[in-house]
């Protein structure tokens, strides 16, 4: 398992650190190019995407990488039925741009609905042939793939943004690898084609599907209802600025969560009935997360405008105070991401799912009373003490029926990196004045390296520098 493990988080950094550079590349670059108006209506246009791509996707993929009863001929027919899904799911896509434009006022987005309804299609047909590469534990596959597929779609987006695209600019650096991947797929998996729709193949992964795709898309709503009630309620510009700050609160999880979670499940998952080695596991994961978490949570907090400054420019100075606060909960998002995985792996989706309609609940409530208010900044406050709380209620579920445990287990192991957290936001708040040099490259990395050395002072003189080394080298760790 070691071996699987440490094999999987190789390919798979390989594949989200570079695809993380890239869309951090072409962010920079379009957003020296673009206004805010032009990332607020992709902004929008995005939110009925990921619905579409969580419908399409979260379902039948999980669940084959669950079931170890699937035959050969099985994933033939689970293919015909996504390519189906897929397909209905596109043109519906389509068409919803009609209503969109519409409610928003703007035909533009007519045109960008039915270019983006070809990602809708290729992640829909993408679903089976993902999901072996998944289970035959083929991370390498995976992730090379992903690396060839983003650059191409960078270099075309980055193209047509130089040759005046505009928004069109944002969709094709997103259409293009989703196309790719696709084709790319087709040669690596050995898909056992056929015309069969036998409901024996469905009847095997329903019930696991069933409530991974509830949970999705609650769980969309969840995510989702801050933007698509500012741009209906306070306009594009609004939520472009938002919407930027939102990315750099949630771009942790991408680093870390998208190397290590989509290993999880393929491995766990052959240990469903171990309850103490996932168990063991999952706090392993937490406590290396809260070791890095609460620190980059007071880092970005306290560095909020050179920040932007520096990725975006200083036309996007409305960014920071939304930065700030939703900054607060980014150690409470990096610790809660890692729990889908767990309840998977354990084959108990009806539990996560139950934890997500509450917190669904309390996260649109926060929302409703921040957007009723008509001020970006208390929206992002709420909506990051409403994640705070999901992050509770969650592991509370999670530790005692999943892991048949308690949460008071998990707690202990976080008071250590609540510490670090506290002690390298304080020693960022008294240099600030000594480093508030006027070159924001600079005032960065010198910020930046006296908070690393915060940090490796913080777990030497803790211990926690072991424990840090072993989980690397994934060794037995305590």
Known sequence: MQREFRTGILFTAIGQYSNILIQLIINVVLSRILGASDFGIVAITQVFLIFFQMIVTAGMGPAIIQNKSLKSRDYGILFNYSAIFAAVLGVLFGFLGFAVSYIYKDKIYIELFWLMALIVLAEGLNVVPNAMLAKEKRFKAINLR??????IGAVVGVIAALMGAGVFALVLSVVV??????????????????????????????????????????????????????????????????????????????VFLGVINPVLQPILSEHETNVELIKETYLK???????????????????????????????????????????????????????????????????MLRANIISTIIIVIFTCVGVFTGNIATIALLVSVAYMVSFFITNYMLMRFTLESNILSLLKILVKPIFLGVTSGLVLFFIEPFTNFHNIILLILVRGILWLITIIGFLALTGEYKFV????????VR
């Open 285 to 351: 994961v937490v406590k290396m997360l809260a070791i890095i978490g609460f620190p980059l949570t007071a880092f970005i907090i306290l560095n909020s405008k050179p920040i932007i400054n520096l990725l975006f420019g200083g036309n996007w100075n409305a960014a920071v105070i939304p930065l700030v606060m939703l900054g607060l909960s980014i150690w409470s998002q990096m610790l809660n991401a890692a729990t889908g995985a767990i309840f998977q792996s354990r084959n108990q989706t009806h539990v």
């Open 146 to 151: 992903l690396l060839f597929s983003n650059l």
């Open 177 to 254: 690898p989703a196309i790719i991947t696709l084709i790319l797929n087709f040669f690596i998996v050995k898909i056992p084609f056929n015309t069969s729709f036998e409901l024996s193949a469905l009847k095997k992964v329903w019930v696991f599907s069933k409530n991974q795709l509830i949970f999705s898309i609650i769980n969309y709503f969840a995510r989702n209802t801050d933007n698509m009630l500012i741009g209906r309620f306070l306009g594009a510009a609004p939520l472009g600025n938002y919407s930027k700050a939102y990315g750099l609160t949630v771009m942790p999880n991408t």
């Open 469 to 476: 080394k072993d989980f690397v080298k994934n060794k037995e």
